[in-house]
């Protein structure tokens, strides 16, 4: 990667040049991000994952351009306009639109009015009258009537039109305007003419049907929002600037270094002046800043999405225990299915508790013997139609003590159900029963069972569908790579769909791996992953230190320490006359390391501070203790709702412009940003966090439209800080 590029992510990310060297120079050689960000911590100097996944994010941009320079210099070579001083433009450019802008006079044209008036042999005049050596352009224009051009304002209408496109392709010019329309345009939106403001579709953007707002400080949700409305039909929406300062500064770049011109040259470039400038720039130009607004949008919702979606990947897990799951309903009644600890489908059938067919002594004996025979220790609830009755019911039947009823989101299980994963899991069930095995695997590991299925289909984040896909997926994937390998993978439970986001591993590996333990038996150590078909020395590389084993002959298989620093570990415990396993369960021994004197070039403090936190706590897991959520007992429906009433709630979804909460009826609650707390709140993530279970107010709730306003403003002692 060239200097310029090295120089430009070194200044926007405040890192030295070598840590962003070292970094381009590990991905070249195949390392991944949480490998990076974890083991080659000398490399980079210690730099987090969040710094290297940008620089990785603008390393793969700077990649993009690179591919489109080289288009555009063949382009021009091609036309034999290309010069050394525009290669050098070109290749020195970092920024889309400048490229772009340099471009734009030797991009191929449809035909334009400028195309027409050049085909008439009209240029010379145009470039006459621009360079403003012309006296008097009546007279000049004569000289240009003929077969093609049957009068002087015909002459002169054309010397203009090419004028008028040589000034909207001037560089200098668009930057101009493009910083005036970022700092002063205002986004304007009106209700779309003819459409009924009361329809459904359209109230929903009510608010915007007589609107203004800066460009420039407008909320990333709000940009989606206006956008959304002009591509579904509902709204019109452009940006308003000041026109006559615009033109003032295109008058400005364009007689900057003109000293001695003529008023008849003037008279004419002024009008090219303004119809370049409404006909051509203004409508270009608006339309890149509200691409760039768009953009800008896209990466803020972005942003909130990965953090949301970080939150729900880590969710509290209640580990491996059996579980009675239920997916919940009326007509159609309850789906329950019994789990064991592995997850492991063992029984499934159906209660019909509720009416219509109100079968509730039957299915109080069925979940009684059901408890009883699996030995069942959590009872978890899908949170759609029929969860409250359903959880109300089961907690009237007598169980053994201990036994934990939990509620858990539905969302994404019936895309799950229904998915190719589904299907190759259990071939002989239907959608039913798969969608209830989801739910009860959820409650027991978030993380492994989320990642089967796609992230947009989780119900957090915003305007999902209106952000740039290429770059969500992006977010999405390293999210989910992070948060895998962050908790780590049992080498020997772990599904294929789980293994496939490890670290230097795949989907093809990931099928690999579990065919070999299907045939082989479960894995003993580490380094029998080297037997693997296609798992090579760089993917053993990348993946070792994020896979777990439990019950290998070497503790060290059970820890996130690197198989690459176990010859390091075993001489820290020869050293004090110790074993491994002395120096993971004894803190006294640990405490005899001096790990300055284990100092080499490829392994500094970082590292060895992390090697010592990982014997200190091999194989933690970084998440938190599943806790159970207690909804009221008095609301049932959005009915039940009263202003003022302080009620518990779970935290479901985060965007910009606040947070949505669950209360336990179908409609979930909005706190604004702005009931967020006593004091101005910037980010709703700093107050609260998705799956944070809390105490919150009533302020207002629209039953027409099942709309429930919340708030946690006087309210901050009551949450609970999960």
């Known amino acids: 990667m060239t200097k310029i590029y090295i120089d430009f992510i070194s200044k926007q990310l405040s890192v030295a040049e070598w840590q962003v060297e070292h970094c381009i120079a590990l991905f070249d050689e195949g390392a991944t991000i949480p490998f990076v960000s974890r083991y080659r911590k000398e490399r980079t100097g210690g730099l987090d994952e969040v710094q290297i996944t940008e620089i990785k994010h603008l390393y793969t941009r700077f990649e993009e351009l690179d591919k489109r320079k080289i288009a555009i210099l063949k382009s021009i070579a091609d036309q034999e306009k290309l010069t050394d001083s525009l290669k050098d433009q070109i290749e020195n450019c970092i920024d889309t639109n400048k490229l772009e802008d340099i471009y734009l006079p030797f991009k191929p044209k449809r035909r334009t009015k400028a195309s027409i008036a050049r085909a008439k042999g009209l240029e010379p005049l145009a470039l006459a009258i621009t360079d403003m050596t012309v006296q008097d352009c009546f007279r000049v224009a004569q000289e240009y009537v003929g077969e093609e051009v049957s009068d002087v304002e015909e002459a002169l209408q054309g010397a203009r039109d090419i004028i008028a496109e040589n000034i909207s392709e001037m560089p200098s010019v668009r930057e101009s305007l493009r910083r005036q329309y970022l700092r002063y345009a205002k986004i304007v939106s009106k209700q779309q003419r003819g459409l009924d403001a009361d329809a459904e579709e359209s109230s929903k953007f009510r608010n915007y049907f007589d609107f203004n707002g800066s460009i420039a400080n407008m909320p990333s949700h709000r940009v989606l929002a206006l956008l959304r409305g002009e591509k579904e039909g509902h709204l019109s929406v452009k940006l308003e600037v000041e026109s006559d300062y615009s033109l003032n500064e295109l008058k400005r770049e364009v007689f900057a270094k003109k000293e001695n011109f003529s008023k008849s040259c003037r008279d004419q470039i002024d009008i090219a002046l303004e119809d370049s400038y409404k006909r051509l720039l203004h409508p270009s130009i608006e339309n890149e800043v509200l691409r760039m607004a768009k953009e800008r949008a896209d990466l803020e919702a972005v942003k909130v ?40 489908l063992l029984h499934n059938d159906t209660i019909y508790p509720h009416p219509p067919v109100n079968e509730k002594i039957q299915a109080i004996k069925k979940i009684s013997n059901l408890v009883e025979s699996y030995k069942i220790e959590i009872i978890a609830i899908g949170d759609g139609t029929a969860s ?33 994963v589904a299907r190759e899991e259990f071939p002989n ?49 390293n999210t989910v790579v992070s948060c895998v390998n962050k908790v780590g993978v049992n080498l020997n439970t772990a599904s294929k769909h789980l293994l496939s986001y490890v670290s230097g591993i795949g989907p093809a590996i990931a099928q690999n791996i579990v065919e070999h333990r299907t045939a082989n038996g479960p894995f003993k150590t580490r380094t029998e992953l080297t ?57 006294k021994c640990r405490s005899l390391i001096d790990i300055k004197r284990y100092v080499s070039d490829d392994a500094g403090i970082p590292t060895l501070t992390d090697i010592m936190e990982e014997l200190k706590k091999p194989g933690r897991d970084p998440r938190r203790v599943a806790k159970v959520m207690e909804f009221s007992s008095d609301v049932h429906s959005i009915d039940d709702l009263k202003i ?66 919340l708030t946690l403003r006087g309210l901050n002692s009551f949450a609970s800080g999960q």
């Open 644 to 709: 003022d009433m302080i009620l518990p709630g779970i935290v479901t979804n985060i965007t910009n412009f606040g947070v949505f909460v669950d209360i336990g009826i179908k409609q979930d609650g909005l706190i604004h940003i702005s009931q967020l707390a006593d004091k101005f709140v910037s980010n709703p993530s700093d107050v609260v966090k998705l799956q944070q279970q809390l105490m919150v107010k009533v302020l207002d709730v629209d039953f027409k439209r099942g709309r429930i306003q």
């Open 429 to 477: 069930y239907d959608v039913t029963v798969r969608g209830a095995v989801s739910i009860g695997r959820r409650v027991m590991d978030p993380l492994a069972e989320l990642v089967k299925i796609d992230p947009k289909s989780l119900g957090v984040g915003q305007y999902q569908h209106d952000i740039d896909q290429g770059l969500l997926k992006e977010m999405l994937d």
């Open 305 to 344: 999405f990965g953090e949301n979606l970080t939150a729900l990947l880590l969710a509290a897990p209640v580990g491996q225990k059996r579980v009675l799951a239920i997916d919940p309903g009326f007509r159609t009644g309850c789906k329950i299915v019994c789990l064991d600890s592995q997850g492991e």
């Open 388 to 420: 409250r009755e359903t959880e109300a019911f089961i907690k009237k039947i007598p169980m053994p003590a201990g036994l934990q009823v939990f509620s858990v989101s539905e969302d994404g299980a019936s895309i799950y159900s229904a998915s190719p």
């Open 531 to 587: 037997k693997v078909k296609r798992l090579g020395s760089k993917a053993f590389e990348q993946s070792a230190g994020f896979l777990r084993i439990p019950d290998s002959d070497n503790p060290l298989d059970n820890t996130a320490v690197h198989p690459e620093r176990y010859g390091l570990v075993t001489k820290m415990a020869k050293d004090i006359s110790k074993s491994v396993d002395d120096l993971i369960k004894d803190e």
